[in-house]
T-cell receptor
């Protein structure tokens, strides 16, 4: 039972354009959502998060949007840079103790 | 800065061997976690610990055990390694009182069982 789903395993975007990564969830008890970025041979690093009481959170080039009625969140990266090429995981939590991760989306930003 | 370290970056073991993966965090975090990452499956929780000597099963605990004798150290044990345990193993820690939900990850251990 996959409670957090990232249906696109990969995404290719030209440098300077917008990257949009999507994530769907099924559990309406989730109240906090996070995005992590992972380079090969490294651990995931926290990128940005959003509480369920908000519908948007912005941090520099990164914006996360939350649509609770659709149980959908998305990460926008504008403008995309080659250094953004990585695997992106969304995660959700109903408690402060456990995160449920999606399967990841590999983003490739080409010149 | 939070630092989570793992004892090995790469490990090769034979089927049937007992394997110890060690994780240490330096931020006095109560919670510690062990995940494995496999292509197409994301990060799956193996075990986690709320406090010293406390442990809870995650989603895929079969074939694994854990030990937390000190707050800063969380060990993952493969009692008898099998080829289907070849994977990237990631340790993480968090500070629940902050209620930011953020977990801090170590660099990972790539384990190959032959």
């Amino acid at each position: 039972d996959q409670q957090v789903k990232q249906n696109s395993p990969s995404l290719s975007v030209q440098e300077g354009r917008i990257s949009i990564l999507n994530c769907d969830y099924t559990n309406s008890m989730f109240d906090y959502f996070l995005w992590y970025k992972k380079y090969p041979a490294e651990g995931p690093t926290f990128l940005i998060s959003i509480s369920s009481i908000k519908d948007k959170n912005e941090d520099g080039r990164f914006t996360v949007f939350l649509n609770k009625s659709a149980k959908h969140l998305s990460l926008h990266i504008v403008p995309s840079q080659p250094g953004d090429s990585a695997v992106y995981f969304c995660a959700a939590s109903a408690t402060a103790d456990k995160l449920i991760f999606g399967t990841g989306t590999r983003l490739q930003v080409f010149p | 800065d939070v630092k989570v370290t793992q004892s090995s970056r790469y490990l090769v073991k034979r089927t049937g061997e007992k394997v110890f993966l060690e994780c240490v965090q330096d931020m006095d975090h109560e919670n510690m976690f062990w995940y494995r990452q496999d292509p197409g499956l994301g990060l799956r929780l193996i075990y986690f610990s709320y406090d010293v000597k406390m442990k809870e099963k995650g989603d895929i605990p079969e074939g694994y055990s854990v030990s937390r004798e000190k707050k800063e150290r969380f060990s993952l044990i493969l009692e008898s390694a099998s080829t289907n345990q070849t994977s990237m193993y990631l340790c993480a820690s968090s500070f629940p009182e902050r209620r930011t939900y953020e977990q801090y990850f170590g660099p990972g251990t790539r384990l190959t069982v032959t």
